[in-house]
């Protein structure tokens, strides 16, 4: 059983800055595209970024272009979102998940219908 961890959420300023990190014990996280993704309260889960296997192709959403940085540490198995210049449109629970789709090295995508393994959530909440 695939089980993605998400760490690192919390309660931040207006302007603040957020690390999530996305763990999965016992499963290589470099074999796959993963992506983030979030979900207010009474809206869809959207595409926040995703990164494929090979690092080769990153996507952000454009509320989150210039601010979000994603990351691929394979030493440590996790893919971190750095998010900075927080504002509260980014209050959500905060999702992982990974494809496990044979999509090659160059391919991710911001649909959360097409990845298959997820984590618990993690909150974040931008104050003002």
């Known amino acids: 059983q695939v089980q993605l961890v998400e760490s690192g959420g919390g309660l931040v300023q207006l302007g603040g800055s957020l690390r999530l990190s996305c763990a999965a014990p016992g499963f290589t996280l470099g074999d796959y595209a993963i992506g983030w993704f979030r979900q207010a309260p009474g809206k869809e889960r959207e595409g926040v970024s995703c990164?494929?296997?090979?690092?080769?192709?990153?996507y952000y959403a454009d509320s989150v272009k210039g601010r979000f940085t994603i990351s691929r540490d394979n030493a440590k198995n996790t893919v971190d979102l750095q998010m900075n210049s927080l504002i509260p449109e980014d209050t959500a629970v905060y999702y992982c998940?990974?494809?496990?789709?044979?999509?090659?090295?160059?391919?991710?995508?911001?649909?959360?219908?097409?990845?298959?393994?997820w984590g618990q959530g993690t909150q974040v909440t931008v104050s003002s």
């Open positions: 990164i494929s296997s090979s690092d080769g192709r990153i």
């Open positions: 998940a990974a494809d496990s789709r044979p999509v090659g090295d160059y391919y991710c995508s911001g649909s959360p219908a097409l990845y298959d393994y």
